[in-house]
């Protein structure tokens, strides 16, 4: 199954500013996802990143505030800008590919807190 | 919006079954149950999924009514490791991403 190594682990960042998640799969994929997990809440899907093209964001996410890169098949970066206390979440990026046929992989996530 | 209905928490003690049940009432002919879990402060992790047949595997169980319209994930015996969220997701395999649910908590009690 590919393996997810996602960075940072964890930050705590000013408000106002702004944090770059990177995510870096062992093998080549189409597609990789962001989800955003809210303290205590399950996963909401933030955006579908396809290489060569614009990411693709579920409704309530936009692009000015979540925006992604995908410069190749192997990594993609997600940017939380402009940040407030409410983006306080964990960001996990996750692949297709995994145990299971069309099982997912994820990231062990960036755990964000903003003050 | 997530396809399922899931309780909200369970507890079960070590050393016995677990059964996480799930509704999925509105299920299509084509889409499969997928279970995944999330232990805490990491990333959700694959169990097992099926279609109509139940199905097992090193982790789980996975028993899916003849009307498809609800199934149950056993752990057979749980430990305390065990302690997690259990997501109950339905989807087409070939579809691109997954929408999670509230999901179960389940613990594990010593």
């Known amino acids: 199954s590919a393996v997810i190594s996602q960075k940072p682990s964890r930050d705590i960042c000013q408000r106002g500013t702004s944090l770059t998640i990177q995510c870096q799969v062992d093998?080549?994929?189409?597609?990789m996802f962001w989800y955003r997990q809210q303290p205590g809440q399950s996963l909401t899907l933030i955006a579908t990143?396809?290489?060569?093209?614009?990411?693709?964001?579920e409704s309530g996410f936009v692009i000015d505030k979540f925006p992604i890169s995908r410069p190749n098949l192997t990594f993609s970066t997600l940017t939380v800008s402009n940040m407030s206390p409410e983006d306080s979440s964990i960001y996990l990026c996750?692949?297709?590919?995994?145990?299971?046929?069309?099982?997912?992989?994820f990231g062990s996530g960036t755990r964000l807190t903003v003050v | 919006d997530a396809k399922t209905t899931q309780p909200p928490s369970m507890d079960c003690a070590e050393g016995r079954a677990a059964n996480l049940p799930c509704n999925h009432s509105?299920?299509?002919?084509?889409?499969?149950v997928y279970w995944y879990r999330q232990i805490h402060s990491q990333g959700p992790q694959y169990i097992i999924h099926?279609?109509?047949n139940n199905e097992t595997n090193e982790m789980a169980s996975l028993i899916i009514t003849e009307d498809r319209k609800s199934s149950t994930l056993i752990l057979p015996h749980a430990t305390l490791r065990d302690t997690a969220v259990y997501y109950c997701?339905?989807?087409?395999?070939?579809?691109?991403?997954?929408?999670f649910g509230k999901g179960t908590r389940l613990h594990i009690l010593p």
């Open positions: 990143a396809n290489q060569g093209s614009e990411a693709t964001y």
């Open positions: 997701i339905v989807r087409v395999p070939r579809d691109d991403k997954i929408i």
């Open positions: 996750s692949v297709r590919g995994g145990e299971g046929r069309y099982g997912y992989t």
């Open positions: 093998s080549q994929v189409t597609m």
């Open positions: 099926g279609l109509k």
């Open positions: 509105t299920i299509s002919g084509n889409e499969y």
